[in-house]
T-cell receptor, first 114, second 114 residues
Framework: EDQVTQSPEALRLQEGESSSLNCSYT??????LFWYRQDPGKGPEFLFTLYSAGEEKEKERLKATLTKKESFLHITAPKPEDSATYLCAVQARGRGSTLGRLYFGRGTQLTVWP | DTGVSQDPRHKITKRGQNVTFRCDPI?????LYWYRQTLGQGPEFLTYFQNEAQLEKSRLLSDRFSAERPKGSFSTLEIQRTEQGDSAMYLCASSLGGAGYEQYFGPGTRLTVT
């Protein structure tokens, strides 16, 4: 069964203190791995898509990397406005109508304090 | 690009009542997805459409749930005879294609069943 596990569940950082969030996945053939940011009471906001091991994507203070078993979201010198829940999701490669659905982890709740 | 919109944003209903939610996807997107999210969890897949065809339904989608996408544009999700366990955030997402394409989420409809 396709599964996504994120760690830690919660992370508190001081402003400027860099860290990484982890997303481990088990999927019957990875079609894509997606990172989203979600603010309280809002829908997830798309950040990155990674397709193959070794791939990296960057956006401002965020950098996402991918291996065959996990993905990391590195946050460099975070600011309070980076506080949110970060969700990881995978899409499986395969036949039939299951193509397209995303399997989400439970997310990492990040708090950055001044 | 006006993004994905959902209506209503909040709905409070009494147990046993029927409710209907609406989702308007990004105009050129042919795929539309419904997810459900409860507190502390990642979104869980419910169903999706390619144009007007409903291609897959999750086992989470009991007989009390029905979704439509007439003419391949907006979609509605109806819950009949609501139960307290239906209380959740209902999220709609759309994408240009299936596998490998990022999904863009709307703001969600928060349902509370009393």
């Amino acid at each position: 069964e396709d599964q996504v596990t994120q760690s830690p569940e919660a992370l508190r950082l001081q402003e400027g203190e860099s860290s990484s969030l982890n997303c481990s996945y088990t999927v019957s053939g990875l079609r894509g791995l997606f990172w989203y940011r979600q603010d309280p009471g809002k829908g997830p906001e798309f950040l990155f898509t990674l397709y193959s091991a070794g791939e990296e994507k960057e956006k401002e203070r965020l950098k996402a990397t991918l291996t065959k078993k996990e993905s990391f979201l590195h946050i460099t010198a975070p600011k309070p406005e980076d506080s949110a829940t970060y969700l990881c999701a995978v899409q499986a490669r395969g036949r039939g109508s299951t193509l397209g659905r995303l399997y989400f982890g439970r997310g990492t709740q990040l708090t950055v304090w001044p | 690009d006006t993004g994905v919109s959902q209506d209503p944003r909040h709905k409070i209903t009494k147990r046993g009542q029927n409710v209907t939610f609406r989702c308007d996807p990004i105009s050129e997107h042919n795929r539309l997805y419904w997810y459900r999210q409860t507190l502390g969890q990642g979104p869980e897949f419910l169903t999706y459409f390619q144009n007007e065809a409903q291609l897959e339904k999750s086992r989470l989608l009991s007989d009390r749930f029905s979704a439509e996408r007439p003419k391949g544009s907006f979609s509605t999700l109806e819950i009949q005879r609501t139960e307290q366990g239906d209380s959740a955030m209902y999220l709609c997402a759309s994408s240009l294609g299936g596998a490998g394409y990022e999904q863009y989420f709307g703001p969600g409809t928060r349902l509370t069943v009393t």
